[in-house]
């Protein structure tokens, strides 16, 4: 026998803690939005998907609003099938307040390896984040994939720090297959909850690649 | 190619596109019509510009077959493009 309870509110009955009893298991059936709320008991050692998304139209930036907090101090963004109007092209990672309207000073290098050199950017500093130093637009190899690890962005008592890892294209007469890395971390330790992604030319999407953006929380 | 504000398309704000205001636009136009700035020193410029090692000696190669300097203008080239 099953029966449904329907609330807008949980609260303690006394104190402040509701619990979920050992061996039950809690079905929230999709994101389990925590914001603001004390959590304990999750499980450990663990991702834990906070929001996926897709985009197949052209758009000017991509923005995840109000995804880091203060429940995991490491987050995992994983990008597939990135890909841009714009040839010759960068991609940029903004980190900022809810709704972005301020972003923050970021310090940055990264090691673009091809087939035949190697290109450093180094000691870099804007409001933006390099990730990916330079590809290629429309072909499907131009595509751009990979991870970026995001460390404790919510917290003001440590800057947020970024370390990246993607594959992609150039169609420029030397190299062609990129591997980039690299790191950034933002000048000041100051509370960050939203991303932004954009680049350098140009709108990102379009209808014939999907580009999905998945990020996780790493439970310890 | 100059961007206009015409290029630019919504913002997607967690799947949801929003329209942007015309100086949010033009913001972005700006942007993609600003040049990105390359800090590195000119020997890095160099390296990159130089091309490969395979790539050079096969320029060399054809110069000595041919009598031409299609090498030494490809050198002289990156060194004005990327001066000290």
Same mark, same amino acid.
């Given at each position: ?8 509110? %949980? ?50 930036? %991509? @923005?995840?609003? @109000? ?25 940029? #990672? ?38 990916? /130093? ?21 917290? @003001? ?22 591997? /980039? &890395? ?5 000048? &000041? ?5 939203? #991303?932004?992604? @954009?680049? /350098? ?12 953006? &998945? ?6 | ?19 942007? $205001? ?29 091309? $490969?090692?395979? $790539? ?5 190669? *054809?110069? $000595? ?16 493009? *990327?001066?000290?």
């Amino acid at each position: 026998m099953s029966s449904v309870i329907k609330a807008n509110e %949980w609260q303690a009955a006394t104190g402040s803690t509701v619990s979920i009893p050992s061996g039950t298991t809690l079905d929230v059936n999709g994101t389990l939005d925590v914001t603001g709320a004390t959590v304990s008991g999750l499980t450990t050692g663990s991702f834990v998907k906070i929001a996926s998304q897709t985009n197949n139209s052209e758009v000017a930036s %991509w @923005d995840l609003t @109000d995804v880091f907090t203060s429940t995991y101090d490491a987050y995992m963004i994983v990008m597939s099938g990135l890909n841009t109007t714009g040839n010759s092209n960068a991609w940029y #990672f903004y980190l900022g307040n809810s709704d972005l309207s301020s972003t923050r000073s970021i310090h940055w290098q990264s090691n673009r390896v091809m087939s035949t050199n190697i290109y450093n950017h180094g000691a870099e500093s804007d409001t933006k984040y390099q990730f990916v /130093q330079d590809t290629a637009s429309g072909v499907l190899a131009g595509v751009t994939s990979g991870v970026i690890w995001v460390h404790n962005p919510h917290t @003001d008592t440590l800057p947020t720090k970024m370390t990246h890892h993607v594959e992609t294209y150039d169609n420029g007469a030397i190299g062609t297959y990129c591997s /980039q &890395t690299g790191g950034s971390m933002a000048t &000041t330790a100051t509370s960050d909850v939203s #991303f932004r992604l @954009d680049t /350098q030319l140009g709108n990102i999407g379009s209808t014939s690649v999907t580009q999905r953006v &998945t990020i996780l929380g790493v439970a310890h | 190619m100059a961007y206009t504000k015409d290029d630019v398309g919504p913002r997607q704000v967690n799947g949801e596109l929003v329209d942007l $205001s015309d100086a949010e636009k033009q913001k972005i136009v700006d942007q993609w019509n600003t040049p990105e700035v390359d800090n590195r020193p000119y020997d890095e410029k160099r390296r990159e510009a130089y091309g $490969s090692w395979e $790539s050079q000696l096969d320029m060399q190669y *054809h110069d $000595s077959v041919n009598g031409s300097r299609t090498w030494l203008d490809h050198i002289e080239s990156v060194k004005d493009a *990327h001066p000290k």
